[in-house]
């Protein structure tokens, strides 16, 4: 493998935990935060020939929380990949910061680090409900952060935002996204929430003391969402991406247009571009103890595979599923079955042909999911 990839760097550390998340991280600190970043520096050097001689093009440290890290910390990580790596002087280099870690200090040192792109962790701007949430800051930080970022010199601010939370009204949830568009951004990202096993929210939602959003609410929402970014001048990239012109995720992007990656971290995931995905296991004591060898599950992908991920990655985004890429990489018969299978989205109108490339409609936007099942193999 020779082409350019994307870098992503788990984290796994919070100082605390919200009660709704089950991505991987710990709330250990000090010496074990330590001891982390020599493993992930081991890694990076012994998982570097896997992805051959390209050039990385972009980098994400995601979490977990990012900004829990020292500077001192992340100059380590920084050097390692530059002494390790051939990263693109353009590279795109995405930090996810909690907004309570964001002063005028880290700012610029995050900037003479090289990172030029900051993702932060909002959710909301209502205070009760982050506390709700048990989130660590509140909607003036949040505010501060953005602030501190763009006048720093960090332009490149996206914002997450989560809708269909407990006692969140579409009101409510509708002067979130005026609030997020009335502050300087350029992306924007917002996810329904999705209750998982096993996290306290849904503990407390089964014992009746909070209620989830129901899904006409969340529909409601999601509209309101699509409306307040158009009108904010952000173009609707990805199903819950949005951002001004020419600043789309480019990180994110990789995922979605079959680019390798290599993840690196407990729980991090990679992709050869093809036909393999490989991801550490999520356990930061293991992890600690193989250091640069952490232990991990690989899965080779099949055929089918291959094309069902071609088709759920690329119809999520607005650049759509282009019918030439499905005939050179899985053959004419295989074209031949989607457009059969596309028939019957496309005269309900979920799904439209433009140049020889599928798209979701507006319609079929609120629909994705079931719509790319139909299509799948
Ligand atoms: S800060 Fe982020 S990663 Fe950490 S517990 Fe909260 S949602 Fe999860």
């Keep these: 493998m020779s082409s350019s990839f994307a870098l992503y760097i788990h984290v796994p550390f919070c100082e605390k935990r919200c009660i709704y998340c089950d991505f991987y991280s710990t709330t250990s600190g000090g010496e074990v935060r330590q001891r982390y970043v020599e493993a992930l520096c081991r890694e990076l050097i012994t998982q570097r020939e896997l992805m051959g001689a390209g050039e990385v093009k972009s980098i994400y440290f995601g979490g977990g929380t990012p900004s829990q890290l020292s500077i001192g910390e992340l100059a380590q990580i920084f050097q390692t990949i530059r002494l390790h790596y051939t990263v693109n002087p353009q590279a795109e280099i995405t930090f996810e910061a909690n907004p309570d870690d964001v002063t005028n200090e880290r700012v610029g040192a995050w900037q003479q680090l090289g990172i ?117 001048g952000f173009t609707h990239y990805e199903i819950s991406n949005f951002a001004r012109e020419g600043y789309h995720s480019r990180h994110n992007t990789a995922y979605w247009d079959g680019t390798p990656y290599l993840g690196c971290g407990p729980g991090a995931h990679s992709y050869n571009g093809k036909d393999r995905r490989w991801y550490n296991l999520p356990h930061l004591a293991n992890y600690l103890q193989s250091p640069g060898t952490p232990p991990q599950e690989v899965e080779t992908l099949s055929v089918d595979e291959q094309y069902d991920d071609l088709l759920f990655t690329a119809l999520r985004t607005r650049r759509g599923l282009s019918l030439q890429t499905v005939a050179d990489r899985f053959g004419i018969h295989r074209l031949d079955c989607l457009r059969r299978q596309a028939e019957r989205q496309l005269a309900v109108g979920n799904l439209e042909e433009e140049n020889g490339v599928y798209h979701l409609t507006r319609k079929g936007i609120f629909i994705s999911d079931t719509i790319i099942s139909d299509l799948m193999a």
């Design 116 to 232: 030029n792109r900051v993702s932060l962790g909002v959710q909301t701007f209502d205070d009760d409900l982050l506390t709700v949430l048990r989130r660590r800051h509140t909607a003036a930080q949040a505010r501060e952060a953005v602030r501190s970022l763009t006048e720093g010199g960090l332009t490149n601010v996206s914002v997450d935002l989560i809708y269909g939370l407990p006692l969140q009204s579409l009101a409510r949830f509708t002067q979130d996204l005026a609030e997020a568009f009335a502050l300087p951004i350029i992306h924007l990202s917002s996810y329904a929430l999705s209750v998982e096993d096993g996290t306290p929210l849904s503990r407390i939602i089964a014992r009746g003391e909070l209620t989830p959003a129901d899904d006409e609410l969340c529909l409601a929402c999601y509209e309101a969402l699509i409306d307040a970014a158009s009108q904010a």
